[in-house]
């Protein structure tokens, strides 16, 4: 069975930077497609970035040239590097993991973890 198991997030203010960590058990880098989801009060979730198993990255035109989602094979953590943090960044971020590739869906999620710019 598959945990992801988040870290990071926190309040910044409108420019700084964080990074959220996601770290996997049960789990073997490269075995499925992993990805980034935020939910604003009031809003849908969100994907925000997306890593499939061909190595192709996707990310959401809101965060694209701010934003960097990578792995460490090593100690099976997926990151998401999060720069010029905006007000509208503001939300509870999810990690998530695919049995596969990313079209086949996301069966595991994070507990999620919040951030908060203002």
């Known amino acids: 069975h598959v945990q992801l198991v988040e870290s990071g997030g926190g309040s910044v203010q409108a420019g700084g930077s964080l990074r959220l960590s996601c770290v996997a058990s049960?789990?073997?880098?490269?075995?499925?497609?992993m990805g980034w989801f935020r939910q604003a009060p009031g809003l849908e979730r969100e994907a925000v970035a997306h890593?499939?198993?061909?190595?192709?990255?996707t990310y959401a035109d809101s965060v694209k040239g701010r934003f960097t989602i990578s792995k460490d094979n090593a100690k099976n953590t997926l990151y998401l590097q999060m720069l010029s943090l905006k007000p509208e960044d503001t939300g509870m971020y999810y990690c998530?993991?695919?049995?596969?590739?990313?079209?086949?869906?996301?069966?595991?999620w994070g507990q999620g973890t919040q951030v908060t710019v203002s």
């Open positions: 998530a993991a695919a049995s596969w590739w990313c079209s086949g869906g996301f069966d595991y």
């Open positions: 049960g789990y073997t880098d490269g075995s499925g497609c």
């Open positions: 890593r499939d198993i061909d190595g192709t990255t």
